[in-house]
């Protein structure tokens, strides 16, 4: 009887609250999402499009990742993995869009010396062709260790193929434009336990010990001409915060340097495989962070959180921000890095060096300091470079109660946590290599010594590869201004933020020279 009569009260209960709507999820929001992906492998580029060195065996091919202009980076001719451009494009009912596409190269900067070929010559051309706005396009780069080598510090590639990799970037986005369809969208996460970062222990830098071990997922799947649940997916986009460094400076299957995606383009096919549609692997808050064990562990963990996080976006809000950040560079290494003259007399590299590429030689280090053979050919005209001061991005999108974060290079975790801490109502996402790649982004500045002091100690390139001490103040403050733009509550905001902020190109006139607009 007392079994029968607390069956009786629990079935009453949950007709109560059902009837109350207490019980009752809130729908999910119907999207319209699409994807698509486009081989960027060198032998896949057309050479009679493309006039100038052509290299159809992808032999010539100069990989990044590795020391500093080593010669057995040169690329064998062998492929373990194919290289791709990948896009996902998301719209709400009122036709409001954003953009991501992700490019497996060892990252691409915002604009290039030689031409018209970087990531802002690609989103303005998406723009063109889409109508999507500038500032809700976000384009990076997987930072794969072993592949081709866009940031020109290992030697660099063709103009020419430098150019195909942009058309092919552009190609994606158009396509996965066209391709929308109806899709219900599904965010969750899951922590791998086992990770365990690279911690400094460094005494009074506690951030620094920070270790972000969380994998993030976001999958859409589409909807029946009934409006019913399809159940296969038009894309699985997965972040993980672990360096492109799976595969080493040379891979099993070849025993030398060999082109890869490393395991965002892994992950990626893995789900594509498993769930249908595309799929596209993000590098996250990379910075002091490894790959330790690569796309197995990631893999895992996207199952784990498909299995037990993921809930739908219930919101069709779709906004976006990119903005221009003005930071003043300080380390002197890196003012060349980011503002070097290309066209100046390069050094002569060190022996060992293949004076009949094509297109130049591998940089190489020299005796008492950094020396490349040619300037790295980040464009250094406004905004981008100005001697001491350079232009970076910041970018900040939001889809329902999901908040997308994306720094210009290699974020170190704790800035990333901040975002997370002072955004507490959403849930999280953050894109490495996002707009441009200038680097490692530290901070807080107030631990900057400290850092440096111990990479350098270290031999580690953390030390010599970034730019300045506020750089991670100032890219953490406007994510969470964005954020609370955005329709957020943000928490105990940084005290730093009005001032690191305050340099900022905020008027019309200069958003729309720089393409915010």
């Not at 991501?100 to 691409?108: L, P, V």
């Not at 080598?149 to 150019?163: A, C, H, I, M, R």
């Amino acid at each position: 009887m007392k079994r029968t009569a607390a069956l009786c009260v629990a079935v009453f209960t949950l007709a109560s609250l059902l009837g109350m709507g207490v019980a009752k999820a809130a729908p999910a929001y119907v999207f319209r999402v699409g994807a698509a992906v486009e081989d960027i492998t060198p032998d896949a580029m057309p050479c009679a499009d493309y006039p100038g060195p052509c290299f159809p065996d992808n032999k010539g091919v100069w990989l990044g990742g590795y020391g500093l202009g080593a010669a057995h980076r040169q690329s064998n001719g062998v492929v373990d993995h194919r290289i791709s451009a990948r896009a996902m494009v998301i719209a709400n009912h009122a036709g409001n869009t954003l953009a991501f596409a992700m490019n497996e190269t060892q990252g691409m900067f915002a604009a290039y010396q030689q031409g018209p070929y970087g990531l802002d010559d690609a989103r303005r051309q998406i723009n063109l062709a889409t109508g999507i706005p500038m500032n809700h396009i976000v384009l990076g780069s997987d930072h794969s260790h072993a592949s081709v080598d866009t940031t020109f510090v290992w030697g660099g590639v063709p103009d020419n193929y430098l150019k195909f990799i942009h058309d092919q970037i552009i190609k994606s986005v158009v396509a996965a434009y066209h391709n929308q369809v109806p899709a219900t969208i599904s965010v969750g996460s899951f922590d791998d336990p086992g990770y365990d970062g690279d911690q400094l222990g460094i005494p009074g830098a506690p951030d620094q010990d920070y270790v972000d071990k969380t994998i993030r997922v976001l999958q859409a799947k589409r909807m029946s001409a009934h409006g019913k649940p399809a159940g296969n997916a038009v894309v699985t986009f997965i972040e993980a915060p672990f360096h492109p460094t799976s595969y080493g400076s040379s891979h099993s299957s070849s025993g030398t340097s060999s082109i890869d995606s490393d395991w965002p383009g892994r992950v990626a096919d893995w789900a594509a495989s498993n769930f249908g549609g595309i799929g596209v692997g993000w590098e996250g808050d990379i910075g002091r962070q490894g790959s330790d064990g690569g796309e197995g562990r990631i893999e895992a963990a996207a199952l784990s959180a498909m299995g037990t996080t993921m809930t739908p976006i219930t919101d069709g809000t779709i906004d976006g921000r990119v903005q221009l950040m003005t930071e003043e560079i300080t380390n002197p290494v890196y003012i060349w890095f980011l503002n070097g003259a290309r066209l100046a007399a390069p050094v002569l590299c060190a022996g060992g060096a293949d004076v009949n590429q094509p297109y130049g030689t591998p940089p190489a280090i020299q005796g008492g300091g950094l020396s490349l053979c040619s300037p790295t050919p980040r464009a250094n005209t406004l905004p981008y470079g100005a001697v001491a001061t350079s232009g970076l991005w910041a970018t900040t999108f939001r889809i329902g109660d999901v908040l997308f974060s994306g720094g210009p290079g290699e974020v170190y975790p704790n800035l990333a946590e901040t975002v997370r801490q002072t955004i507490p109502g959403a849930r999280h996402f953050y894109l490495g290599l996002a707009q441009d790649q200038v680097g490692y982004i530290i901070g807080p500045a107030t631990q900057w010594p400290a850092v440096v002091a111990v990479r350098d100690a270290e031999g580690n390139d953390n030390g010599l590869f970034n730019g300045g001490p506020t750089i991670g103040d100032h890219l953490v403050c406007e994510h969470i201004i964005a954020a609370a733009a955005m329709g957020f509550t943000a928490v105990n905001v940084p005290s730093y933020c009005a001032v690191v902020t305050a340099s900022d190109p905020v008027s019309s006139a200069l958003a729309d020279q720089y393409g915010l607009s």
